[in-house]
């Protein structure tokens, strides 16, 4: 999968856009490298969908994003989104984000503390 190691969050990205020094220590206690990080389909719909965005910012964003690897919802990830909500108290995009880490088996990088819960305590169980 072109070397992706890490799938970075809605909050994790806007982290980095805005060089918060807590998203910017964890990147750089990872090394992360571009291309290494992906993001999913929620993340790109969150934040390219606000409603307030301006032009420069929405082109600042899509900039970032084309860097990064996009991974599509799947009907794998559909049915682990599922799962997910059918057993755990989660917000669905929150899901669709836990499930997209999930199946293609890399590491979220997030600010959620109860989202990375989620991911950890359900890929112990694979």
Known sequence: MNGNKYLLDTNFILGILKS??????????????????????????????????????????RQKLNRLTYLPLTGTIENVVIDLRQTRKIKLPDAIIAATALCFDIELLTLDQHLLSVVNSSSKLK
């Open 20 to 61: 918060d020094p807590l998203v910017l220590a964890q990147a750089s206690a990872r090394q992360l490298h571009v291309g290494e990080c992906s993001y999913s389909a929620i993340t790109r719909m969150e934040l390219l969908g606000f409603h307030r965005i301006t032009r420069e910012e929405e082109s600042l964003i």
